[in-house]
């Protein structure tokens, strides 16, 4: 028997799906579309059907949701196969990883081994990659998300790319880089002062005061600003030295990388009263995070204990996280909010024009992240870990969730309720918090 022929999904752009010389642009529905997005962006997961109605069509009754779902799996069925969508009796669904890849895939695992070999080529396979917005016609929160998230990566790849080829003194593809990169989000300020830079360096000082020009005129007649005193400084200063300095601009790339923020322990949440039980769970944290493990996920029910135990672990890996140890609850966070810049407001910092590089800065060194009550957002998260684990090499993550994020390199301890004879004393003591005279 050959070699079964898999699909290809494309979802920057637009949705296309390619197997061989078969091509299929055009669904019966958008929203059919959109869910095969959304399983293929999550491969690994079994998704409620609950769950994909309310994703899909929020505005429906549970009744005429259900109905839109099946037609919709049925149609997915019929045009691509029965082994491709796979569906758990009446209540689960999940796509088979083995069947298909994905641009988005394609894209974020080529950008990581760029960034890990410091590779120009491979950087530049990326970004041909990402041919427009993903799914530029859906506007759910899921969608909005991971459009931005991803638009964020190849903007920032881009940068890096620039940089790359000017050090190498190649300024014209740098710049061709920086311009590409412009085109996708046309008001960026740091994406303008990239462009200028990069022409004063190439002594073209007469294009950089245009450039400026035309950005600033831009910049009033859609948001009323002034571009940034970054950006203004660029030429004043160059203009201030005279004619010949014009190719004296150095690329950051090739000076002494500055030394990172170092943001202060997040404080832990403060605990009213005695921890009860949990040696071992605790003794296994402590072990496994001194060791190799860079994340652990705590699962198990809700009300069973998981914050109350990373919070006292954590207590006792100070020595181990010189740099420092944060604690951001995500609780109250819902789908759809920028989880970058969540992040930052809980270490305590305002989020800049480049949020994603901020929080890379910020978390930069020995530290511990712990995120609690991560299960609502869990396919998110996934993503952000994974990607700040493969920045920083020396961050390590402690979760808590009711499900694992199912992420590479993740280990997980379940805990469940305490025994019955830690529970009985953890009982009186808060009793006797209210009673002193109480007794068993």
């Not at 059907?49 to 099946?70: K, Q, V």
């Not at 969608?143 to 790359?164: F, G, P, V």
Request: charged content about 25%.
């Amino acid at each position: 028997m050959g070699e079964v022929s898999i699909w290809y999904f494309s979802f920057f752009g637009g949705v296309r799906a390619r197997q061989g010389e078969q091509v299929i642009d055009h669904f019966r529905s958008q929203k059919f579309a959109f869910l095969l997005a959304y399983l293929a962006l999550y491969p690994n997961r079994q998704h409620t059907r609950e769950e994909l109605c309310d994703l899909l069509w929020p505005d429906a009754d549970l009744e005429a949701a259900r109905t839109n779902l099946r037609t919709a799996l049925a149609n997915l069925r019929k045009t691509f196969s029965e082994e491709l969508i796979l569906t758990q009796g009446y209540t689960h669904v999940q796509i088979n990883s083995a069947l298909f890849n994905t641009d988005v895939k394609e894209f974020e695992d080529k950008l990581k081994q760029a960034r890990s070999k410091q590779n120009i080529p491979l950087y530049q396979e990326a970004l041909q990659l990402y041919t427009g917005p993903f799914l530029p016609n859906c506007y759910d929160a899921w969608s909005l998300t991971e459009r931005d998230r991803l638009k964020e990566q190849y903007l920032n790849a881009s940068h890096e790319l620039a940089q790359l080829l000017e050090a190498e003194d190649n300024l014209d593809e740098a710049l061709q880089v920086a311009r590409q990169a412009l085109s996708v989000d046309t008001l960026r300020d740091e994406l303008h002062g990239e462009v200028i830079r990069l022409l004063l360096r190439s002594g073209e000082a007469a294009q950089a005061q245009k450039h400026y020009d035309e950005f600033a005129k831009l910049l009033d007649e859609q948001l009323g600003l002034e571009p940034s005193p970054e950006v203004q400084r660029l030429l004043k200063e160059t203009k201030a030295a005279g004619a010949s300095p014009w190719k004296a601009l150095e690329p950051p790339v090739v000076q002494p990388p500055s030394p990172a923020p170092i943001a202060p322990s997040v404080p832990l949440p403060i605990t009213l009263t005695r921890f009860f039980g949990r040696e071992q769970e605790l003794h296994y944290i402590e072990q496994t995070l001194s060791g190799g493990t860079r994340l652990l996920t705590i699962t198990g029910p809700a009300g069973v204990g998981k914050t109350r135990l990373v919070i006292e672990a954590a207590r006792s890996l100070t020595q181990a996280f010189p740099a420092g140890i944060h604690f951001v609850s995500l609780v109250d966070i819902r789908e759809g909010v920028p989880l970058v810049e969540v992040f930052l407001r809980a270490l305590g910092e305002k989020p800049g024009p480049m949020p994603q590089e901020q929080l890379l800065q910020v978390l930069s060194g020995p530290r511990l992240l712990v995120l609690d009550n991560t299960e609502h957002l869990a396919d998110c998260i996934a993503r952000l870990t994974s990607e700040l684990l493969v920045r920083l090499p020396e961050l390590k993550i402690l979760v808590t969730s009711r499900v694992l994020l199912l992420c590479e390199g993740e280990s997980e301890l379940a805990v469940s309720s305490l025994p019955e004879s830690v529970s009985v004393a953890l009982f009186a003591n808060r009793v006797q918090a209210l009673r002193p005279d109480f007794r068993l």
